[in-house]
Nanobody, 120 residues
Framework: QVQLVESGGGLVQAGGSLRLSCAAS????????MGWYRQAPGKQRELVAV???????NYADSVKGRFTISRNNAKNTVLLQMNSLKPEDTAAYYC??????????????WGQGTQVTVSS
């Protein structure tokens, strides 16, 4: 079992920045991929960004160039720096740990979520 705890969400104006943090604990041996998904009201949970233990990253097209994901394997933490935020980025953001597979499919272990709200 792995436990994931997110922090860093909040309310920000369009064009602003936020940084999300995820602290992982427990048995992480099988969870090579960590990252972030988001879910807006009435929509499906979608990939935002993920990073492997080796540092390979994968971003949704909608956030490329604006969001940056990083990982500290020694501390079992994952950060998501979000810049140039847009109202359409408003969603609950969930930390995710998984072994791999099709990243478009939201699988694996999840945190409780943190709300990001971007006002126009």
């Amino acid at each position: 079992q792995v436990q994931l705890v997110e922090s860093g969400g909040g309310l920000v104006q369009a064009g602003g920045s936020l940084r999300l943090s995820c602290a992982a604990s427990g048995s992480l041996f099988f969870f090579n991929v960590m990252g972030w998904y988001r879910q807006a009201p009435g929509k499906q949970r979608e990939l935002v960004a993920v990073i492997t233990s080796g540092g390979t990253t994968n971003y949704a097209d909608s956030v490329k160039g604006r969001f940056t994901i990083s990982r500290n394997n020694a501390k079992n933490t994952v950060l998501l720096q979000m810049n140039s935020l847009k109202p359409e980025d408003t969603a609950a953001y969930y930390c995710n740990a998984r072994s791999g597979g099709d990243l478009r499919i939201p699988l694996g272990s999840w945190g409780q979520g943190t709300q990001v709200t971007v006002s126009s």
